[in-house]
């Protein structure tokens, strides 16, 4: 049993820059678990910076200088979020309260609904079960309107970590955007001159989660304006709330689309019925949804890697139960992050190793 680890050690760490790699890696993971809701404005700022350093890149290519286009991007960035809190914020409020106060109605009748379905199907439902299911559906909502309730008297902590947030990013977002370079070169300058799978990982992943993070921002705005507007126009109840939340449905691969299905069937229904309406919103929303798969995903993420459903749906599930929505949104390039250490790290190893830890290594292997 020594003798096998010996040979794992003397494989995967017998150069310096595995076992600093390793050391960074567990560093990194320990400070994330329990310091994440501390370096959350710090770590918020460094993801939007980093969507933001495009537009920079692209304002000095056409030969503007570099405090300048740090300037009109981070001009950009304030006004954005200024038209947010002052149009799009206080209606989605508008339309969430609406949501609640209809809420009631919607229970009424669809507990009607489900009464109805005894009579009209006595071989496949009982009544006892439909009292069963009704009995059941008011704990849930009980339960859920006590945490809405919790929520809206423990706010006030929420609305400041809200001003928090509205004035520490910003202003770390501009000095990121500003001196980025100059902090990656310092934090350069402390580590080993000589590091080939570090390059090899950075350069790999610096384009894979710049393709996929701006590439699903701007899949979420493209998805969120188009369902909004599409809903607006068939007259479709909650349209903005709906809209947005069919645009942050994309975070999710696969499960989000399923998810925000029956929002939109559930509000559609109420409000019309089983009528034509009804089935035009829907097939509304399946051209938007197939046209997001089909269409807007490929020009996106051409070069992003391509990642089996089971992994993509596993590394949604694992990194979003540690970190929440950020776990979620990075789920896919931190799957790819770690695919790319797999493939660096023995590779790399073995081609820069020492030749007397090959000599090593041949020899356990001959044995």
């Known amino acids: 049993m020594l003798h096998i680890f010996k040979t794992w050690l003397e494989r995967y760490f017998a150069d310096e820059e595995a076992v600093l790699v390793a050391v960074l890696l567990v560093a990194s993971v320990i400070i994330l678990v329990t310091l994440g809701h501390v370096l959350a404005p710090m770590i918020a700022a460094i993801i939007i910076a980093f969507l933001m350093q495009g537009m920079v890149q692209r304002l000095n290519g056409w030969g503007i200088p570099h405090n300048l286009s740090v300037t009109l991007t981070f001009l950009v960035l304030t006004c954005s979020i200024f038209l947010s809190l002052v149009f799009v914020v206080p209606a989605l409020w508008r339309q969430l309260i609406n949501l609640l106060n209809e809420t009631p109605r919607m229970l009424v009748e669809g507990q009607n609904l489900l009464l109805l379905l005894p009579e009209k199907y006595p071989a496949l439902v009982t009544e006892l079960q439909v009292k069963e299911l009704i009995a059941t559906l008011r704990i849930e909502m009980t339960q859920w309107g006590q945490s809405i309730l919790s929520f809206s008297l423990t706010q006030l902590p929420v609305l400041v970590a809200a001003l928090i947030y509205l004035v520490l990013v910003p202003i770390l977002v501009f000095f990121f955007l500003k001196d980025g370079e100059q902090m990656i070169n310092w934090l350069s300058n402390m580590l080993p001159t000589r590091r080939p799978v570090m390059r090899k990982i950075w350069m790999e992943m610096n384009l894979q989660i710049a393709n996929y993070v701006r590439g699903k921002v701007i899949e979420i705005v493209i998805v969120g304006g188009i369902s ?28 989000g689309a399923a998810m925000v299905t029956l929002p939109v069937a559930v509000i559609g229904f109420f409000q019309w019925g089983w009528s034509n309406d009804f089935f035009y919103i829907m097939l509304a929303y399946g051209v938007i949804q197939a046209l997001d798969g089909n269409v807007l995903v490929p020009l996106l993420f051409s070069e992003a890697v391509k990642m089996h459903p089971v992994a993509i749906v596993l590394a949604v599930l694992v990194f979003g139960g ?26 790399v190893m073995l081609e820069e190793r020492p030749a007397i830890a090959l000599e090593t290594g041949e020899k356990f292997a001959n044995e």
């Open 228 to 255: 909004s507007i599409t809903f607006s126009l068939l007259d479709l109840n909650y349209a903005l709330l709906l809209g947005i939340s069919v645009g942050l449905s994309v975070l999710i691969p696969y499960i």
């Open 322 to 347: 540690l970190w929440g929505f950020w776990g979620v949104f990075f789920a896919i390039p931190l799957a790819t992050l770690c695919k790319a250490i797999m493939n660096a790290w023995p590779t």
